[in-house]
T-cell receptor, first 110, second 114 residues
Framework: GEDVEQSLFLSVREGDSSVINCTYT??????LYWYKQEPGAGLQLLTY?????DMKQDQRLTVLLNKKDKHLSLRIADTQTGDSAIYFC??????????FGAGTILRVKS | EPEVTQTPSHQVTQMGQEVILRCVPI?????FYWYRQILGQKVEFLVS????????KSEIFDDQFSVERPDGSNFTLKIRSTKLEDSAMYFC????????????FGSGTRLTVV
């Protein structure tokens, strides 16, 4: 089946690191994505990782993929108040559609 | 940076009315999608479209829904007879071949059925 699970809420202090976790079920997923949604806005692609990679770093963002456990994480270094948003994990199914998690609300306290 | 544009940003319609949601995908993308997000729920896949035909659709995408690419730039979602439960944010997306470089989403159309 196709299912993506995320923790619902994360609260961190400004300057700390944030780690948002995700698990997925479809082992044939070729790409896994992280999207950011600010209030009232659309879905902004943050980063993605190909399934044969273990890690991808892009400035303050680090994605870790454990394919054996079907676990994906997004680490945001030096979290800022502007990072407060909902973060969605998504897996690509058959290269034809995305299956999203329910989203993790990240709250950054100053 | 190229964008996916959706209009209108908010649409209010009476139950039973037809609505058409419009999207202009990124010009060199070949794959087009509609997703919806009911308030407080997951973003759900509705339909994918490639080479002028539907390539995949979900259970949500029943006979009340249709998609069309009427010209070289627009991609539309039509709901023939809206129901209260169709109220949601509808997102259009486009991608290059197989989504290998990510899917670009529009800002969404908030549909409210009253």
């Amino acid at each position: 089946g196709e299912d993506v699970e995320q923790s619902l809420f994360l609260s961190v202090r400004e300057g700390d690191s944030s780690v948002i976790n995700c698990t997925y079920t479809d082992s044939s997923s070729t790409y896994l994505y992280w999207y950011k949604q600010e209030p009232g806005a659309g879905l902004q692609l943050l980063t993605y990782i190909f399934s044969n990679m273990d890690m991808k770093q892009d400035q303050r963002l680090t994605v870790l993929l454990n394919k054996k456990d079907k676990h994906l994480s997004l680490r945001i270094a030096d979290t800022q108040t502007g990072d407060s948003a909902i973060y969605f994990c998504a897996e690509s199914i058959g290269g034809n559609k995305l299956v999203f998690g329910a989203g993790t609300i990240l709250r950054v306290k100053s | 940076e190229p964008e996916v544009t959706q209009t209108p940003s908010h649409q209010v319609t009476q139950m039973g009315q037809e609505v058409i949601l419009r999207c202009v995908p990124i010009s060199n993308h070949l794959y087009f999608y509609w997703y919806r997000q009911i308030l407080g729920q997951k973003v759900e896949f509705l339909v994918s479209f490639y080479n002028n035909e539907i390539s995949e659709k979900s259970e949500i995408f029943d006979d009340q829904f249709s998609v069309e690419r009427p010209d070289g730039s627009n991609f539309t979602l039509k709901i023939r007879s809206t129901k209260l439960e169709d109220s949601a944010m509808y997102f259009c997306a486009s991608s290059d071949v197989g989504g290998s470089y990510g899917y670009t989403f529009g800002s969404g159309t908030r549909l409210t059925v009253v």
